[in-house]
């Protein structure tokens, strides 16, 4: 499918793997390690390597990446610093139109920020090289973080929002979002909703279902 790849480093990402799962606050540190810039944009092996958020290097390229609420989005892998920089501001200009819409669930606010920054650049969703991942984390079912596949799709990307949304509201530290009051029948009815959508969605792309499940499940059962 031309709407779930890999995680861009050529690691699949169609099986529940145990690398799947990050501990919380995995997401906070996206720092990456950027190299000196050599004359007319290389990069100067042996130059001393520099410390910025939100721009990771591998093998002389350089890639720009975001995270807020439960997603990452990743600009293409570029050879120059200063248009990996260019790329870290139109994420930037993307976050902040979605974190600051007053009404509309995450996929709405995400569409109208990537619609809106996309058209003031002039670039469509192809040229800017956008890839999406929703991360999944839930404290009362399982530890750590659990991680979509790579969706190219804006319109596949918001329909698995949506589906995991309605069974597993974000977890936001210090606030309520509707979980703290349901009774351990109703967390157990939301967690066997959320283990068929997230089979679903993976099986939907070349997972095997039974192994999803199994997965979850042991994850579930170690939480208990």
Same mark, same amino acid.
């Given at each position: 499918s031309d709407d779930v790849t890999d995680d861009g480093e050529g690691q699949p990402l169609l099986e529940l793997a145990d690398e799947e799962l990050e501990p919380c606050g995995a997401l906070d540190s996206d720092q990456g390690e950027i190299e000196g810039d050599a004359p007319g944009g290389g990069v100067e092996k042996g130059a001393p390597a520099h410390r910025m958020r939100g721009i990771s290097s591998s093998r002389g390229l350089y890639r720009a990446s975001i995270h807020f609420e439960r997603l990452s989005i990743t600009a293409r892998s570029v050879r120059q610093l200063p248009q990996a920089l260019d790329d870290l501001l139109m994420l930037t200009s993307i976050k902040h $139109? @979605? #974190?600051?819409? &007053?009404? =509309? $669930? +995450? &996929?709405? /606010? +995400? #569409? $109208?920020?990537?619609e809106r920054v996309l058209k003031e650049q002039g670039r469509t969703l192809e040229e800017a090289g956008l890839s999406f991942m929703i991360h999944v984390w839930h404290e009362y079912w399982f530890k750590g973080m659990l991680h979509t596949p790579t969706y190219h799709s804006l319109p596949a990307l918001c329909n698995a929002l949506r589906l995991i949304s309605a069974c597993a509201p974000q977890m936001r530290r210090g606030r309520n979002n =509707?979980? +703290?009051t349901m009774s351990p029948s109703e967390l157990r009815a939301r967690w066997l909703e959320f283990k068929g959508v997230w089979a679903d969605l993976r099986e @939907?792309? =070349? @997972? &095997? /279902?039974?192994?999803v499940l199994a997965k979850l499940q042991g994850l579930y059962e170690a939480n208990e």
């Open positions: $139109n @979605a #974190t600051h819409q &007053d009404v =509309g $669930n +995450l &996929d709405v /606010r +995400l #569409t $109208n920020a990537v =509707g979980m +703290l @939907a792309h =070349g @997972a &095997d /279902r039974s192994h």
